[in-house]
């Protein structure tokens, strides 16, 4: 299969790539970024820690990782009608942390939003721009606040 984008010239800001450092433990880490994405208006509905599945059912020894799913219910809805209702599918903005070393944890996103116009998931227009708008501002004030 041919992609029809070539992914290594997709610049992060098209995908509304995040990532910070954090120089704590994990779980301090995984406790203050939800309390941050919270504070910048997101729920997190879901959550669950892929190191922990992995390494108990495949022995995989990994590291911590784990996923915290961040959403905003009006939002959600917005893209959801937007979409017509494709967007679910990569619902929710997942944000990620795992850790690099002892006391040093990454902090990663990329927007769903923005991965779904990319890939033909939502429309290229107004009302998409608005919700990617929304809901960037809303992921820019919380990494600020990492």
């Known amino acids: 299969m041919t992609l029809p984008i070539d992914p290594t010239q997709i610049d992060p800001d098209d995908i509304g790539e995040e990532q910070a450092t954090l120089e704590m433990g994990h779980e301090e880490a995984i406790e203050h970024v939800r ?3 919270t504070d910048a208006g997101f729920g997190v509905p879901v959550e669950f820690s892929p190191s922990e599945m992995l390494n108990e059912k495949v022995d995989a020894g990994r590291d911590p990782y784990y996923v ?3 959403c905003n219910p009006a939002v959600a809805d917005r893209a959801l009608d937007a979409t017509d209702n494709k967007l679910g ?3 929710p903005c997942n944000v990620v942390v795992w850790e690099e070393a002892p006391g040093t944890q990454r902090v990663y996103h990329v927007s769903i939003m923005r991965l779904a ?3 033909g998931m939502a429309p290229d227009d107004d009302e998409m721009a608005g919700i ?3 809901t960037g501002e809303m992921v ?3 990494f600020e606040n990492l």
């Open 117 to 119: 116009r990319l890939a």
């Open 140 to 142: 820019d004030e919380a």
């Open 68 to 70: 915290l799913g961040a």
């Open 35 to 37: 309390e941050v994405f």
């Open 89 to 91: 599918a990569l619902m």
């Open 132 to 134: 990617i708008a929304d």
